[in-house]
């Protein structure tokens, strides 16, 4: 029997948890020292699908000038209203559980999920993402958009590994299944 591909969640955080500050903005990362491009290039390489979420996709097309950066790989974007697919990026508005239980059983690499926000508390409560990729920046902004939501949900993780980047440390978390 063949393995199943996970869905891995790789993002860079603050210390205090935010994946943005106020405004959507990231300029609180890019003056963090980092070393080459933080474990990005070879984390890359193991996915062939990229998932995200309807803001996370207008975010990343704002910031590229509509150039889509993730040309080599599947993507999905999820959305709750129809959207006409283009060349590189096919809209979802279904059952996110349903998706991607189809999606993890095909044939593949790992799956990318990129972003947090609400995408992100959908999956960790049904318990759909597998592994956790979380770079950790030594900047506190105080408040923004945070990388986990509250609600009604609980994840067991079993630590994987840790890594540094010059300043930022990088934290792998298996999600501990029963």
């Known amino acids: 029997m063949k393995n199943q591909r996970k869905i891995v969640l790789f993002i860079a955080q603050s210390l205090d948890g935010y994946i943005a500050a106020k405004g959507d903005s990231l300029e609180w990362l890019f003056r963090v020292e980092g070393e080459g491009d933080n474990g990005f290039s070879e984390f890359f390489e193991t996915v062939d699908t990229v998932i995200m979420g309807?803001?996370?996709?207008?975010?990343?097309?704002?910031?590229?000038?509509?150039?889509?950066?993730?040309?080599?790989?599947?993507?999905?974007?999820?959305?709750?209203?129809?959207?006409?697919?283009?060349?590189?990026?096919?809209?979802?508005?279904?059952?996110?559980?349903?998706f991607t239980d189809h999606l993890k059983k095909e044939e593949g690499k790992n799956i990318w999920m990129v972003g947090g926000g609400d995408l992100l508390h959908t999956f960790l409560k049904e318990k759909l993402v597998d592994e956790l990729i979380l770079t950790v920046a030594p900047t506190i902004i105080g408040e923004g958009i945070p990388l986990f939501k509250t609600g009604d949900y609980e994840l067991e993780l079993s630590l994987k590994g840790t890594r540094t980047f010059n300043q930022f440390v990088e934290l792998h978390y298996v999600v501990k299944r029963r």
Do not use: A
Not at 77 to 93: A, G, P
């Open 54 to 98: 309807k803001r996370t996709y207008d975010w990343i097309m704002n910031q590229e000038n509509g150039q889509f950066p993730y040309q080599t790989k599947d993507c999905y974007v999820f959305s709750r209203s129809d959207l006409h697919d283009t060349d590189h990026v096919k809209f979802v508005n279904e059952d996110s559980v349903t």
